[in-house]
């Protein structure tokens, strides 16, 4: 709705659809959980075809060649690093200079190559489904250029922080090597530079938490200490 027609404001006019979106813990909790093995295959084999259509996406025809974070940067990547240290320097916390280094290096050394577009938050819990069906993608206001491992990195992590113990008896999301292997099975391109990107998501995910847990009681931040040391730990090996 460009000129504000039918919302007042220039804005945007999704469509609805019917259907549940998986757990933060998709794999514990929700439709993945709940399908069968042969059901869980084919929804993961869906989301992988999506998530390739949208790194297939011709840039250029779609008039996205500008279609990046607003924020300083010589390329796409540095801009996606920075824009996310603007909102880490704007909480202000007393956690700001550890990451410091972190944001440092993840500019200096962010791989170069044809930008692609992204979804930008492509967690399962973004993936709505009918029964075994896919029917959409959620939550689209991170979506930016960078490069097609980023979205791929963000669900590898996730699928590690938020899995159920093993001995929990409730299914466990594949290995990264399964991950990356079923979106080339879906026609997804060669992947590179796949440590950069998961360091660059657990980065993501450190300044997210953060910033949701200013809002959040003392109680309820320890909590989810577990899980923020695992991503510092891997930010800084």
């Not at 075809?49 to 790194?55: E, N």
């Not at 399962?124 to 980023?150: I, K």
């Not at 466990?172 to 879906?186: C, F, H």
């Not at 391109?189 to 998961?198: G, M, T």
Request: proline share 6%; aromatic share 10%; with cysteine.
């Amino acid at each position: 709705d460009a000129d504000g027609r039918w919302l007042g404001v220039p804005g945007f006019v999704m469509v609805a659809a019917r259907g549940t979106a998986p757990n933060a813990s998709a794999f514990a909790r929700g439709p993945l959980a709940e399908a069968s093995a042969e059901d869980r295959a084919r929804m993961l084999a869906q989301v992988m075809q999506a998530l390739v259509r949208v790194h297939q996406t011709d840039v250029s025809a779609a008039g996205l060649d500008d279609f990046m974070m607003n924020a300083p940067g010589e390329t796409a990547m540095q801009r996606y690093v920075n824009w996310y240290w603007r909102s880490w320097e704007w909480f202000q916390l007393p956690e700001y200079a550890r990451l410091l280094p972190v944001q440092r290096w993840l500019v200096a050394n962010a791989p170069s190559g044809k930008p692609e577009l992204l979804h930008g938050d492509a967690s399962l819990h973004n993936y709505l489904f009918d029964g075994a069906r896919l029917v959409g993608m959620l939550d689209w206001e991170m979506s930016t250029l960078g490069r097609a491992e980023a979205d791929l990195a963000l669900q590898c992590v996730g699928n590690a922080l938020f899995a159920a113990p093993r001995d929990s008896g409730v299914p466990q999301p594949p290995g990264e090597a399964q991950w990356l292997e079923m979106y080339q099975r879906a026609g997804g391109r060669a992947l590179h530079d796949f440590d950069y990107f998961k360091k660059l998501a657990n980065y993501l995910v450190i300044v997210c938490i953060y910033g949701l847990q200013r809002h959040l009681p003392a109680e309820a931040r320890r909590a989810q200490d577990p899980l923020l040391n695992r991503c510092w730990a891997q930010l800084e090996a």
